[in-house]
Nanobody, 123 residues
């Protein structure tokens, strides 16, 4: 089992940057594929980015490709989401999640979730 705690959210103007962090408990962090999701009010929770166990493979939603970068540091039990060129439509609660698969884009395969961190982008 793994526990996840996000941090780094906040309010920023359009065009700005934020870096989200997700700290994981447990000694088996490197055995999980990791993902960042977001959920805006009244909308479904969507996958933003995913990274494989070793960090060698990544996936990005089209809406963030070229602006967001997912990375992980298995020695620190952490996964990050660097968000640049932020837009008002990026406003949402951002969640990190862990899956038993090497890397997956299937929401139902993510077994462990953090509590979320709010990101607000103003125009």
């Amino acid at each position: 089992q793994v526990q996840l705690v996000e941090s780094g959210g906040g309010s920023v103007q359009a065009g700005g940057s934020l870096r989200l962090s997700c700290a994981a408990s447990g000694r088996t962090f490197s055995s999980y594929g990791m993902g960042w999701f977001r959920q805006a009010p009244g909308k479904e929770r969507d996958l933003v980015a995913a990274i494989s166990r070793g960090g060698g493979s990544t996936y990005y939603a089209n809406s963030v490709k070229g602006r967001f970068t997912i990375s992980r540091d298995n020695a620190k039990n952490a996964v990050y989401l660097q968000m640049n060129s932020l837009k008002p439509e990026d406003t949402a609660v951002y969640y990190c999640a862990a899956a038993a698969q090497r890397i997956t884009v299937v929401t139902a395969q993510y077994d462990y979730w953090g509590q979320g961190t709010q990101v607000t982008v103003s125009s």
